[in-house]
């Protein structure tokens, strides 16, 4: 089949890595990919570089110009289109009404990453209940949202973003300390994810100075607009020579076997961070809050530790209880991998995501 997915502008976390990494399997497996996008979404360049084909189209805003632009390229594609992939509101809107004016509208599968809760007002309930043919989420808590303006069930699947563990695998300690420059005999809580407000580096930084022991030390790999303010506030801390900020790394799988426990702060809705999954997968003891739908991966005490969101003495307790267990850390790192394997690679994603299209497209064809 040939997928089309289009993108108003996810910015640089983990939807345009979804896209790009989907994509990519799907080729794979014999599909045929096109990705549309405005030039000024990080996607554009990101799915160049990565070899897919990549067509420029203004889709960040809904008005008529871009309506138009989109209508004439679908016109002059449609015979060789099957499915329609949307992954934010401006362009699943356009997809939606340049649809209206198709003789054969094409099936649209729109894909929520994270959000607030969807408008519930005539235009939403049309836009995701009749213009998409169904609603995939990256998590099941932003699957039950939609229930709330009446979208059935069936109508949603939860699809999380799975990860590629022959990228994202078990690996020697120190060996990744010495790749990372980590010391080799701390002991090292480590985060990766964009740095933004709500991905809770600010709470880790809180709960990381109240654990007096110097030898606890943190690696923070991202970059993003909230950089400033934490190295601030890690001065203001004290955790000058307790913190590592690393910046944006291209290989970040390089990075998990180094931590002896890896974080996600979260405060976000959102679907499964990419950043969960990928330490599962490096089968390193994980510990996230209960944002989105993390609990998708981490159930507690089976395969991490999951606390709630924006709590200090919550997260502190959970750091200390893993740094003083080591079978403990051992168990849920093991059952988290275990787990990961089996319901959560890249291959259950792509499995998951071709009967999504395949199930759109045989029903748009019997209308």
């Known amino acids: ?101 198709l003789s054969r509208p094409l099936p649209l599968v729109r894909t929520r990453h994270a959000s607030g809760l969807p408008r519930n007002n005539a235009g939403s309930r049309w836009l995701f209940r009749t213009a998409c043919a169904h609603i995939v989420t990256t ?9 709330a303006i009446g979208v059935p069930l069936a109508q ?28 080799a005999n701390d002991f090292w809580l480590g985060v990766v994810s964009h740095l933004r407000p709500n991905k809770g580096h600010s709470v880790l930084l809180e709960a990381l100075a109240q654990i007096p022991d110097p030898a606890i030390k943190l690696a923070i790999v991202g970059e993003g607009p909230h950089r400033t303010v934490l190295e601030q506030e890690i001065v203001r801390l004290g955790l000058a020579d307790r913190v590592v900020m690393a910046g944006h790394r291209a290989a970040p799988e390089k990075w998990f076997p180094a931590f ?79 787990y990961l394997c089996a319901h959560l690679t890249r291959d259950c994603m792509l499995s998951a995501m071709e009967k999504v299209f395949s199930d759109a497209i045989q029903r748009n064809s019997s209308r």
């Open 260 to 338: 002896d426990i890896a974080l996600s702060p979260s405060h976000d809705m959102e679907g499964v961070p990419q950043g969960v999954l990928q330490s599962l997968a490096s089968r390193i003891a994980t510990i996230a809050t209960d944002a989105g739908g993390t609990a998708d991966a981490v159930i507690d005490r089976q395969t991490g530790l999951l606390v709630a969101q924006r709590d200090v003495a919550a997260l502190r307790d959970a750091i200390v209880t893993l740094y003083q267990d080591a079978a403990l850390r051992e168990q849920l790192a093991q059952q988290g991998y275990d």
């Open 139 to 147: 998590g099941e808590a932003l699957r039950h949202q939609m229930v």
């Open 1 to 101: 089949m040939h997928i089309v997915h289009t993108e108003a502008d996810g910015g640089k976390g983990g939807q345009p890595l979804r896209i790009i990494n989907e994509s990519l399997g799907m080729i794979q497996r014999g599909h045929q990919v096109t990705v549309l996008c405005p030039e000024s979404a990080p996607l554009h360049a990101l799915a160049q570089e990565a070899g897919l084909t990549v067509v420029t189209l203004p889709l960040k805003r809904k008005n008529v110009s871009n309506l138009l632009a989109l209508r004439r390229w679908l016109q002059a594609n449609r015979q060789r289109v099957d499915v329609i992939n949307s992954h934010n509101s401006a362009d699943t809107w356009l997809v939606a009404l340049a649809n209206l004016t």
């Open 156 to 183: 949603t699947t939860s699809v999380p973003s799975g990860v590629d563990p022959a990228r994202f695998h078990p690996a020697d300690k120190q060996a990744a300390r010495q790749l990372c420059g980590l010391s």
